[in-house]
């Protein structure tokens, strides 16, 4: 049996004011855990220090290279494949990233698939949401640079939320 956490990081920064977080209880429970089951948790290398080092063993699948950018790693090229995609399919999110205008703005586009790929820092769930909501128009971008973009994941599930349950 192999229980799967991803994502341990964002747990930890929505733990609960009572009660245990995701961390705390796994913690608890994994001494007494059996040896046929086995813990995968993913959490970012910054954060690697909030795991208890004798009870994870540790490998690193995202060991940056300080020389490679955001366009180049090889690692973004599916979330740029993605964006384009859900651009060409879409004439909804194609006049949006091209604020009304009539032709499409080619430099535009490929100014604003950078600026997502590197917003999404590897997330498809945050680049899948933010693309959905510049396609039903919640997001309106108005300027060249993009700055009504939500920055993190936790912005797109919080947009997300206040647009299904207004106050």
């Not at 290398?45 to 090889?74: A, C, G, H, R």
């Not at 009539?102 to 693309?131: E, I, M, P, W």
């Amino acid at each position: 049996m192999i229980i799967l956490v991803d994502s341990l990081n964002d747990a930890e920064y929505h733990k609960p004011d009572q009660g245990d977080s995701i961390l705390a209880f796994i913690t608890k429970v994994l001494p007494y855990t059996p040896s046929w089951m086995k813990w995968i948790v993913s959490i970012k290398s910054e954060y690697s220090d909030l795991l208890p080092n004798d009870s994870f063993s540790q490998i690193n699948i995202t060991e940056k290279d300080s020389s490679s950018s955001t366009e180049t790693d090889p690692r973004n090229q599916d979330i740029l494949e993605y964006i384009t995609y859900r651009n060409h399919v879409s004439n909804e999110l194609k006049a949006n990233i091209c604020m009304g205008a009539s032709t499409s703005d080619s430099s535009l586009q490929s100014k604003f698939y950078r600026h997502l790929v590197s917003l999404s820092k590897g997330n498809f769930l945050y680049c899948k949401l933010a693309l959905d909501l510049i396609e039903k128009g919640c997001l309106v971008l108005k300027t060249a640079n993009f700055k009504i973009l939500p920055i993190n994941l936790h912005e797109v599930l919080l947009l997300n939320f206040n647009l299904k349950f207004p106050r």
